[in-house]
């Protein structure tokens, strides 16, 4: 990846990783923005990707961060679901437990090619997953060496990406989505 891409996104996801705004439209707006420059990301480190998505019933693409503390793991952050032409907006949150230390940021898309996969994902809000990641700056030229995930598992293709940050994990993760529009939303920012 170029460091110039790197500081783009790293930008981009700096200023709206939390979907700020001071009105539910502007949330909704920096969310698909952020996202968008997300998924582009994903596509020239994951080319598959972008197949998988166009294949698929619906996809959701998540901007977030992930902490890593010795035996436990948080973090959270904002995803925009796009199924038949409609967006719709969720807010996530994972925990974990396992070996790790650091702070990343990532970006990932789930693509949901069964409408199975797609009504799970909406009505019950969980997954769990293991991940096992070694990620770090790249000979101090800003650039990412990260072992970048990718997953197809009962009907939904994820593909992940580290964009900055460093951190060396073994973890299981769980994680909550639940859908927002914004209006009555936990994480306030008037930027």
Request: aromatic share 10%; net charge negative.
């Given at each position: ?71 436990l ?40 090619m ?13 997954e769990?997953q ?56 936990f ?5």
């Amino acid at each position: 990846m170029q460091l110039k891409s790197l500081i783009t996104i790293a930008a981009l996801l700096g200023l709206t990783a939390c979907a700020t705004g001071s009105t539910p439209e502007a949330k909704k707006a920096n969310a698909v923005k952020e996202t968008q420059a997300a998924l582009a990301e994903i596509y020239k480190q994951h080319p598959a990707a972008k197949t998988a998505v166009s294949q698929s019933v619906g996809h959701v693409v998540c901007t977030g961060s992930n902490s890593y503390l010795f035996a436990l793991s948080t973090g959270g952050g904002v995803c925009v679901l796009t199924e038949g032409g409609k967006k719709s907006y969720y807010r996530f949150a994972t925990a974990g437990a396992g070996a790790g230390i650091g702070w990343k940021q990532m970006a990932y898309v789930q693509a949901f090619m069964k409408q199975s996969a797609l009504t799970r994902f909406k009505e019950s809000g969980y997954e769990g997953q293991a991940q096992a990641e070694a990620s770090a700056k790249y000979e101090d030229s800003g650039d990412q060496a990260s072992a970048n995930q990718s997953a197809d598992i009962d009907g939904v293709k994820t593909y992940q990406v580290n964009l900055m940050g460093a951190a060396a994990q073994a973890t299981v993760q769980g994680y909550k989505y639940w859908e927002t529009d914004f209006s009555d939303d936990f994480m306030e920012n008037d930027e």
